[in-house]
Nanobody, 127 residues
Framework: QVQLVESGGGSVQAGGSLKLSCAASRYTYSNNCVGWFRQAPGKEREGVAAIATRRGSPYYADSVQGRFTISQDSAKNTVYLQMDSLKPEDTAMYYC????????????????????WGQGTQVTVSA
């Protein structure tokens, strides 16, 4: 059973930065799709970014393009989400998720395609 543990959330002012980490355990494959989703109160869960770990190919939602950067450290089985120029509308619970033997693709933002989920880490951005 793959386990995902997020960390790095917190509270910042608008314009600030945070870096989220997703540490995976019990991975047996290097060809996976690891994503970050977020969910604000009263809203649906939405895809923020994903990375195809075999090639390191990133995918971003339009709302975070140019502000967020997803990356990986394969040796540590960890995926990061660097979030810069944060806005109050970025406030949400952020979840790390993964699907194995998968290179992401055009449906990377479809939450139902992901099998493994972390517990989430809260990000709060104040105006």
């Amino acid at each position: 059973q793959v386990q995902l543990v997020e960390s790095g959330g917190g509270s910042v002012q608008a314009g600030g930065s945070l870096k989220l980490s997703c540490a995976a355990s019990r991975y047996t494959y290097s060809n996976n799709c690891v994503g970050w989703f977020r969910q604000a109160p009263g809203k649906e869960r939405e895809g923020v970014a994903a990375i195809a770990t075999r090639r390191g190919s990133p995918y971003y939602a339009d709302s975070v393009q140019g502000r967020f950067t997803i990356s990986q450290d394969s040796a540590k089985n960890t995926v990061y989400l660097q979030m810069d120029s944060l806005k109050p509308e970025d406030t949400a619970m952020y979840y790390c998720t993964a699907r194995l033997l998968d290179s992401c693709g055009a449906d990377w933002y479809s939450s139902y395609r992901y099998v493994y989920w972390g517990q989430g880490t809260q990000v709060t951005v104040s105006a």
